[in-house]
């Protein structure tokens, strides 16, 4: 059975896809769609690829907790939305990076827009961790450090003293950081790809002198193709 299409989600598989999150998920768990869109994106950006049995679990926390769904085809929607997604979202960070946008969530109040961006950054270090990036570089170590500012709970009190200027400034970092991220990891993996030796097939046993000459002839191998 095919579990996953292709493309965009659509508003109703999205609106799902946060109901199912937060009737099964806890306070550990990935708990909007945002928060999955963050989570997914790091983990197509990492250095390795993540078996899907560890993300999927990971969704919902640490430990041994998963889901009772109610039916088998609730859960195979849910894996199939999410591998959809990660899909789209790889996708678009390699074949079309000046379109990758992360879902921030918006809140209205009193009139005016503000963007939400602590959900999305949560997610995206939730799956960094699932990863080992230590051999990431000194000079990437600033785009990781715009993320995990606001997806970090100890980060808040700084976030909280930063002026109104100052906290849209670190905002319009998010998007680039990770596209920094995800195209240092890919030349990584595409480098190691590149490096690894090629099994080499051994070559053709050449007949003894006196055997039969392997073009057919008939004749033995030194009265024929030897030279």
């Known amino acids: 059975m095919k579990l996953t299409k292709s493309g ?18 806890n306070d550990d768990s990935v708990l909007c769609f945002s928060e999955l869109d963050g989570f997914l994106t790091a ?15 990971a969704i919902w926390g640490r430990g041994d907790y998963h889901p009772h769904w109610t039916t088998e085809k609730e859960m195979t929607r849910f894996m199939g939305l999410c591998f959809q997604h990660m899909n789209d979202i790889a996708g678009c960070l390699y074949e079309a990076p000046e379109q990758f946008e992360p879902i921030f969530n918006r809140r209205e109040v009193k009139g005016k827009t503000y963007t939400i961006v602590e959900e999305w950054c949560f997610g995206y270090m939730k799956g960094r961790s699932l990863d080992d990036w230590s051999a990431l570089p000194e000079a990437l170590r600033p785009s990781l450090e715009a993320i995990a500012l606001h997806g970090i709970e100890k980060n808040f009190p700084v976030v909280e003293k930063m002026s109104p200027v100052q906290f849209e400034q670190s905002i319009t970092l998010i998007q680039p950081a990770a596209l920094a991220l995800y195209q240092h990891w890919l030349s990584v993996r595409m480098s190691e790809a590149s490096s690894r030796p090629v099994p080499v097939k051994g070559a053709e046993k050449l007949p003894g002198r006196n055997d039969p000459c392997q073009c057919g002839s008939g004749k033995k191998f030194k009265k024929c193709c030897l030279h």
């Open 43 to 57: 983990i197509v950006s990492g250095p390795n690829m993540i078996p899907p049995n560890t993300w999927l679990s």
């Open 8 to 25: 965009p989600l659509i508003d109703r598989e999205i609106d799902w896809l946060e109901e199912v999150l937060l009737k099964y998920g």
